[in-house]
């Protein structure tokens, strides 16, 4: 059954899932299992759930909790592109989309393609960037 509410349990549900399956990505996946290594159980990871949790709590419903620079890590993880972003915004699509109904879920996709944009612009990446070194 869709979640009908964005709460501290159906956000906790859907960020271990979405995981478990983009690790599993040929082209996304070695980016986490590089930075965080592929035992979804380690302490790594176990930190991660936490810190993506609250983040997507305060996106979604202004909880306060998550009190980091989304940007930063991405800076430091291997080198990114548009193909590997698009990827990630596809598939969070569809996985948000399998967990929420289609309101909340098309929301929290809204708001993950702000962020990959900003990302995306902060990292140089993207068609106005291609001609430059
Ligand atoms: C190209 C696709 C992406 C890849 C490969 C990627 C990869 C990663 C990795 C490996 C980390 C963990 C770094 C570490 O703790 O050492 C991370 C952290 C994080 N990512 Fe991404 N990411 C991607 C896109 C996104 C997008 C689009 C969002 C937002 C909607 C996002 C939100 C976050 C947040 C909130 C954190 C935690 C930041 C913190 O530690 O406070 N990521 N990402």
């Known amino acids: 059954m869709l979640a009908t509410e964005v709460d501290?349990?159906?956000?906790?549900?859907?960020?271990?899932?979405?995981?478990?399956?983009?690790?599993?990505?040929?082209?996304?996946?070695?980016?986490?299992?590089?930075?965080?290594?592929d035992d979804l159980k380690n302490d790594k990871w176990y930190e991660h759930f936490h810190t993506l949790d609250k983040f997507w709590l305060m996106m979604m419903?202004?909880?306060?909790?998550?009190?980091?620079?989304?940007?930063l890590p991405h800076v430091f993880i291997g080198k990114l592109t548009e193909e590997t972003f698009e990827r990630w915004l596809e598939l969070f699509n569809k996985h948000v989309?399998?967990?929420?109904?289609?309101?909340?879920?098309?929301?929290?996709?809204?708001?993950?393609?702000?962020?990959?944009?900003?990302?995306?612009?902060?990292?140089?990446?993207?068609?106005?960037?291609?001609?430059e070194d």
């Open 8 to 37: 501290r349990g159906s956000v906790e549900k859907m960020v271990r899932s979405f995981y478990e399956m983009l690790i599993k990505d040929d082209l996304v996946g070695p980016f986490f299992i590089k930075a965080l290594g």
């Open 61 to 71: 419903t202004g909880e306060k909790g998550y009190m980091g620079d989304p940007f």
């Open 97 to 131: 989309h399998e967990h929420f109904i289609p309101e909340i879920a098309d929301k929290f996709y809204r708001k993950s393609e702000i962020l990959a944009k900003q990302f995306m612009e902060n990292l140089e990446i993207g068609e106005e960037f291609e001609d």
